[in-house]
């Protein structure tokens, strides 16, 4: 009789099981039944409210309904009726760091922006104007693309810290390949709006820079030039030995024209270490220029001891004494004339070299070691 009604219980508490999860089965799938019916609600809805207000923006009038449309027009984006470029859901959200606090124009100080930057926020943000029309960026189905003013902060930190792309590419939440694509970007942008900031003086421009050496007690001169060294990696694409320096470093030369006021009037960049200054003179555009008759075409002036001359530029003694190009006496045993010419000249020239300073003082990517494209680090 025991066996009997243990029987009939086991099989009275299977049947409640089977009822139990055949209620959740249903349970289950009624909610899906009525997600799925509430999805389809919402798209037919989102579908209707996107056709309507296109419709609205199309047939809105181009003269007279112009700002009624621009008006529709971002309402329907900011309802998110119109569809966006969505990122795909496996792509890293890009992170904050440096550039988030260069972003907040309020809390963000003058000198906090000279310290990364190099400039205050008011040069910064006039760059940012200039250059954005060349460095907006497409949107895509994968992440935000960043924006100009945030390339450009990334490219000025760059060269004025110095750092390498691996180490200041995670203060403005980028990538490495990001990182390089930027630069060359700026660079690129920045050559092609401010193109005329590296030129040779004209007009007033010219008739300063006379008076400033003229006060120098150098009549008819128009700047200082010298070479400086930017130091690279080995190259892997070329004869390592022609890279290899007087003081056993991998490097690349650039010659400079400054005036007193250190504002660079002529740039070249291009030759290898080894190359000698002369070498790079007569390789360089100046001295095609120069030859030419193309640079200095003031009135003639007569110097001391009955020299006359057009105009010429002011060099050390690694340069030959050229027309253009006023270099020292040098040697121990000097008279006192040329002694007195040889100290101001070292003075006036010397403007070279604080120009040199200043740019590698400010920019510090010049004082470190590069790895860069040699085909893209003349710009």
């Known amino acids: 009789m025991e066996h009997v009604s243990q029987e009939v219980r086991g099989k009275t508490l299977s049947r409640v099981e089977r009822n139990a999860v055949v209620a959740a089965v249903s349970a289950v799938a009624m909610r899906c039944r009525i997600e799925r019916t509430t999805t389809r609600l ?19 009038p181009d003269c007279v309904s112009m700002s009624e449309s621009i008006t529709q027009f971002c309402a329907a984006m900011s309802s998110r009726a119109i569809p966006r470029a969505t990122p795909r859901w496996w792509m890293r959200r890009r992170t904050g760091g440096t550039w988030e606090d260069l972003r907040k124009m309020e809390d963000a100080s003058d000198e906090y922006y000279k310290e990364k ?8 943000m006039e760059i940012v104007e200039a250059l954005s029309p060349l460095l907006q960026r497409r ?11 945030h390339i450009i902060a990334y490219a000025l930190y760059r060269w004025a810290s110095g750092e390498t792309y691996e180490s200041n590419t995670s203060s403005f939440g980028i990538g490495r390949t990001s990182g390089l ?3 060359e970007d700026v660079t690129r942008a920045l050559l092609r709006v401010y193109s005329d900031k590296i030129v040779w003086p004209t007009g007033m421009r010219r008739t300063l820079v006379l008076r400033a050496f003229e006060a120098k007690g150098f009549p008819n001169c128009y700047g200082c030039i010298d070479c400086t060294h930017v130091y690279v990696d080995k190259p892997a694409n ?20 400054v005036d007193l006021d250190l504002r660079i009037m002529d740039v070249f960049v291009s030759y290898p270490g080894s190359c000698h200054d002369i070498r790079v003179l007569q390789l360089s555009s100046l001295w095609a220029r120069a030859e030419e008759g193309d640079l200095f075409r003031g009135a003639p002036v007569v110097l001391p001891f009955g020299v006359m001359t057009h105009g010429y530029i002011m060099g050390e003694n690694g340069y030959p004494p050229l027309e253009w190009i006023v270099v020292p006496y040098g040697g121990t045993d000097q008279i006192p004339d040329e002694e007195r010419f040889d100290n ?7 403007a070279v070299e604080r120009a040199f300073k200043r740019l590698k003082g400010m920019w510090r990517l010049f004082l470190r070691t590069q790895k860069t494209n040699m085909d893209t680090l003349p710009q």
């Open 238 to 257: 070329a004869p390592s030995e022609n890279f290899f320096d007087r003081k056993h470093r991998f490097s690349v030369v650039a010659q400079v024209v």
């Open 42 to 60: 919402r798209t037919r809805v989102s579908i209707r409210r996107q056709r309507e207000l296109l419709h609205h923006v199309m047939a809105a």
């Open 181 to 183: 694509i930027a630069v």
């Open 139 to 149: 949107v895509t189905f994968y992440r935000v693309p960043l924006q100009p003013d």
């Open 344 to 350: 101001k000249q070292k003075v006036a020239r010397g």
């Open 117 to 124: 930057l190099r400039m205050t926020p008011r040069v910064f």
